[in-house]
């Protein structure tokens, strides 16, 4: 028969005390006020630790007289905080690091943010690791989420916050493996269907489709293609030299050059009329043209009904910028995939109408029928390496070492399978 599983010791309170109590491994551990939110805090703390450790409690984990002492976690996280705010910028603008160690610090803080530093071992860390994977998150962003934690011990280790055997003790916990862990694997990158990225062509803007282009021409990154100014692209020759102005490897030291050859110049040369300062891709020029067309296309007498522009929210939740960012073009991509592939059972209604079984069949069709900007460069890759071999593939993208590459770009299985039905 199938092991039944076990329920979990329960929150219970303490009569005489009026204290809240749970009972781990025979033993009674005093929480604080019963129904508080200090008193359930600290028991989910436990019950974290003691699954983490095969529903074992170890004595460390309760301090000494319901206090800690020394420097706590959440001291340590706000003091790191500052030096990361200011570490983490790239031409005067914070980094997608400050979101991901943000990220890092919610389960850090949710089960130990009152705790002192000097308390924090490694069956703590794997504590903090078991509500990583409670909440579903996949195995190589655990890993990722757990480097980062240990991170900022080695920060405190630096500045005297932390002892170094603190730091000792927390790199002994060994990541999460493939195979040996019932963790949930997250899915390759694999290129985005051809299919799927021309049929959005209707229902995008022309910059969005113009950006998309050259990301299949070029294997330029989504950060690198939104940015794309006059200045940053020496035309004198037949062709073209885009260096952007900043890129993702830039702090190791290495410079990006991107060759615009004239199939991509094409759709460079309508956004050429900028200043030099400007991004040639704005949203905020794509909104006023779709709204010019809506006013062309209205069958109302402009005499009758609303005036152009006036019927426009006064505080909308998002308003256009002057330039893309990933997170605008991806949103931009994904409209354009949910017009062209709407689900057929969604019939106007919005999320909080559908059924639980409702949502899993529509997220299985989004799954199926949207892709994401950075899929192009992988479809660029694929391309390349199919074409003229993986060395051409590894200069275009600007990669270091040919390794790197084989990640973004399939293998050529059909030319494979043909030369073994000549030799075979």
Not at 117 to 126: A, I
Not at 385 to 393: D, M, N, Q
Request: hydrophobic share 35%; with cysteine; proline share 6%.
């Amino acid at each position: 028969m199938p092991r039944l599983k076990q329920k979990l010791p329960s929150y219970r309170l303490h009569r005489s005390s009026r204290q809240a109590v749970v009972t781990l491994s025979g033993r009674d551990y005093y929480l604080g006020s019963f129904n508080a939110p200090e008193s359930r805090a600290e028991y989910d703390r436990l019950i974290q630790e003691w699954l983490a450790n095969q529903r074992q409690i170890m004595e460390k984990s309760v301090s000494k007289n319901g206090k800690d002492q020394g420097v706590t976690i959440n001291e340590l996280i706000s003091q790191y905080w500052v030096f990361a705010s200011g570490y983490y910028v790239k031409n005067l603008k914070p980094t997608s690091e400050l979101h991901a160690l943000r990220f890092s610090f919610k389960p850090l803080v949710a089960l130990y943010g009152t705790t002192a530093v000097e308390v924090f071992g490694p069956s703590s860390l794997k504590a903090v690791r078991q509500k990583m994977i409670d909440n579903g998150l996949c195995r190589t962003l655990i890993n990722r989420l757990i480097n980062r934690i240990r991170r900022i011990f080695k920060w405190g280790v630096e500045n005297e916050l932390v002892r170094s055997s603190t730091l000792e003790a927390l790199r002994a916990v060994a990541p999460l493996k493939r195979g040996r862990c019932s963790v949930r694997e997250s899915d390759p990158v694999k290129p985005a269907p051809e299919s799927l990225i021309t049929a959005i062509e209707p229902y995008v803007s022309r910059q969005v489709w113009a950006m998309i282009q050259l990301q299949l021409l070029t294997a330029m990154r989504p950060g690198e293609v939104i940015q794309m100014r006059r200045r940053d692209i020496d035309t004198s020759g037949a062709v073209w030299l885009y260096r952007p102005e900043s890129h993702k490897t830039e702090h190791h030291g290495i410079e990006r050059s991107i060759y615009l050859g004239p199939q991509a110049q094409k759709f460079v040369i309508p956004f050429l009329n900028r200043a030099d300062d400007d991004c040639l891709f704005s949203p905020l020029e794509a909104d006023k043209e779709r709204r010019d067309k809506l006013t062309v296309a209205r069958k109302t007498p402009l005499s009758c009904g609303n005036r152009p522009g006036t019927h426009c929210a006064r505080q909308p939740k998002r308003k256009p910028g002057i330039c893309y960012d990933v997170n605008s073009y991806r949103r931009a991509i994904n409209y354009g995939c949910d017009r062209a592939f709407p689900w057929p059972k969604h019939a106007g209604r919005g999320l909080d109408q559908l059924t639980p079984e409702e949502r899993s069949e529509l997220k299985a069709w989004r799954k199926a029928h949207h892709w994401h900007p950075h899929q192009l460069r992988h479809n660029a890759a694929t391309n390349l390496r199919k074409e003229f071999g993986i060395e051409a593939a590894r200069l275009i993208l600007g990669h270091k070492s040919v390794t790197v590459t084989e990640i973004y770009a399939e293998l050529d299985r059909q030319k494979a399978s043909d030369i073994i039905a000549k030799v075979g």
